[in-house]
């Protein structure tokens, strides 16, 4: 298989360990890249890959709408990158992060409260862990005019490996108290964004 060449105009986002690019053969996929330059990384795509396939393992994906999808690795010129599906609204552009809407006060209550209600009722069902709960590590999803959807696209399964993730996919029990817990920090983080000026 050729390798992937990714370019700095596919650049859609930089995270922290991760370089994001659109796919250039395919608009509706994503590759999740580490920063060549960092010496030390927490290898957060292979973590988020061992989550997904555990994810996988326990659930249909059709069952998994509030996450973007993964799809499996792929060679690029900066290494082995994780592809997974990129998020887009109904009209095709580029979904915004749910801080921008927040930010911008572009929900209604009503909408707020539906979008954080079925988030919380999907990750409570199935039991998936929403770690790095920040506010632009989920899309407010675009699905017609006035309807929305949170999808989760970045921040699952654990911050590094270690046995704690280990815990995270065996325990139900671990998994609901630390589902609660990240739940507070996630309200927390939308109304620091809704009080930012």
Known sequence: M????????????????????IHPEDKLKIIKTLKPE????????????????????????????????CFGWVDTNYGKGLMIQRI????????KHLRYYLRNNLLSKQQ???????????????LILFIDVST????????????YKLVIFDGLGARRK????????????????????QWKKFLLNCAKDKSYQ
């Open 2 to 21: 050729d390798k992937i060449v990714l370019k700095d105009d596919l650049l859609l986002a930089k995270g922290g360990e991760r370089f994001c690019f």
């Open 162 to 181: 270690g046995i704690k993730l280990t815990f995270y996919m065996k325990s139900k029990l671990f998994s609901k108290y630390k589902i609660k817990k």
């Open 88 to 95: 887009l609204d109904y009209e095709g552009e580029q979904s």
């Open 112 to 126: 707020e409260e539906y979008l954080l209600n079925d988030l919380k009722y999907f990750l409570e069902k199935n």
């Open 38 to 69: 960092l010496k030390i990384h927490n290898q957060q795509n292979e973590l988020e890959y061992i989550y997904y396939e555990y994810l996988y393992s326990n659930h249909k994906i059709e069952d998994l709408l509030n996450i973007a999808q």
């Open 136 to 147: 632009v590590n989920l899309f407010c999803k675009r699905i017609s005019e006035k309807d």
